[in-house]
């Protein structure tokens, strides 16, 4: 009995030893995965839907217009030119070519002021009163 008593005794003072000796309980830092800033995410919904109704493969003939921003020709040779660039229309008709593009044009301007990206994006003059006001609908 007391070689039992002695092995009962001892299996309990390594269990506590164990339990003092472990590691601490779970203490940690929890860093929360924060999404990217998007400053231009409801304008771009927007812009899309008035230009293209979000149609990447849209084509406006009159205007030689191309893509889900509708981006004409003058535009996309000054976009080349200011960032050394060498798209091609057809590149226009993948979204984020003509994302990259529509955001170099918002990020002069914004991103703060969407009236003024907008209007800017459509050109000039009253026809922006109108474009703006679609714009905004989706805003």
């Not at 293209?52 to 849209?58: F, K, N, V, Y």
């Not at 002069?108 to 990206?117: H, S």
Request: hydrophobic fraction near 35%; include cysteine.
């Amino acid at each position: 009995m007391h070689h039992k008593l002695k092995k009962s005794l001892i299996c309990a003072f390594l269990l506590a030893i164990s339990f003092r000796a472990s590691a601490p309980s779970w203490q940690m830092i929890v860093i929360p995965d924060f999404s990217p800033a998007e400053p231009f995410k409801q304008l771009i919904y927007a812009t899309a839907m008035v230009e293209s109704g979000r149609d990447t493969l849209a084509y406006n003939p009159l205007e030689e217009a191309v893509g889900i921003f509708q981006i004409r020709p003058v535009r996309l040779v000054d976009y080349n030119r200011r960032t050394g660039n060498n798209y091609h229309r057809q590149d226009l008709y993948n979204y984020k070519v003509s994302e990259e593009i529509y955001l170099f044009y918002a990020s002069q301007l914004g991103p703060y002021n969407f009236e003024k990206i907008a209007r800017n994006w459509n050109g000039s003059g009253q026809k922006t009163d109108y474009y703006w006001t679609r714009i905004r609908q989706y805003l």
